[in-house]
């Protein structure tokens, strides 16, 4: 049984086993939530990413899926890196935003991580309107069987908490 839990706040304060963290395809960091969880999880996070460029991750990570790494400083055992899609207002790319849901409880089920903290994916640089990425993430998890005993999403201002607290409720 998993539970959805609500958190508003700046994700790199939480305690969590897993800290989700939105990424790009380089996994070599950003602005936004990557920016933040490289400046206080510390420089292991950005090795582990460069080794994972050296080897399996060659040409990157592919929008949609999710790898983990070191949290580095963070309170957690790992980060897992996940890319979401640019919103598009011509071109449904729904199916990969809740991929990226999907891909990284997977990920948290490889580690054993029952604690797992998301930020709202693609709703900042990539613009995707936090309405709709509210309802594709909840619905995304909910859909999904895991042994991650908490999903937290950890919600950055007043609106995209309520936009998640809507379809929680
Ligand atoms: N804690 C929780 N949420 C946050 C934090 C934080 N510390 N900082 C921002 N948010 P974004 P994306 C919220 O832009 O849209 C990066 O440059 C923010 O308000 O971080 O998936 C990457 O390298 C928004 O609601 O991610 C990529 O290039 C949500 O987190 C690109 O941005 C996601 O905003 C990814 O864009």
């Known amino acids: 049984m998993t539970t959805l839990t609500l958190v508003k706040g700046?994700?790199?304060?939480?305690?969590?086993?897993?800290?989700?963290?939105?990424?790009?395809?380089?996994?070599?960091?950003g602005g936004g939530v990557d920016g933040a969880i490289h400046?206080?999880?510390?420089?292991?996070?950005?090795?582990?990413?460069?080794?994972?460029?050296?080897?399996?991750?060659?040409?990157?990570?592919?929008?949609?899926?999710a790898v983990a790494t070191t949290a580095g400083d963070l309170d957690a055992r790992w980060v897992?890196?996940?890319v979401g899609p640019v919103w598009s207002a011509t071109e449904d790319r729904?199916?990969?935003?809740?991929?990226?849901?999907?891909?990284s409880l997977r990920v948290a089920d490889e580690l054993g991580?029952?604690?797992v903290a998301f930020p709202a994916v693609s709703t900042g640089v990539y613009r995707w309107p936090v309405d709709d990425a509210a309802r594709i993430a909840v619905e995304a998890v909910r859909a999904r069987p895991t042994a991650v005993e908490?999903?937290?999403?950890?919600?950055?201002?007043?609106?995209?908490?309520e936009a998640f607290a809507a379809q929680i409720r």
Do not use: M, Q, W
């Open 39 to 65: 400046r206080r999880g510390g420089p292991a996070i950005l090795a582990a990413c460069r080794e994972l460029r050296a080897g399996h991750h060659g040409k990157g990570l592919p929008t949609g899926r």
């Open 94 to 103: 729904s199916g990969l935003l809740a991929s990226c849901y999907r891909e």
């Open 10 to 29: 700046d994700i790199t304060r939480e305690s969590a086993d897993a800290i989700v963290n939105a990424a790009n395809s380089s996994l070599l960091g």
């Open 150 to 161: 908490e999903v937290r999403f950890v919600l950055f201002d007043d609106r995209a908490y």
């Open 113 to 115: 991580a029952r604690t």
């Open 80 to 82: 897992i890196h996940t």
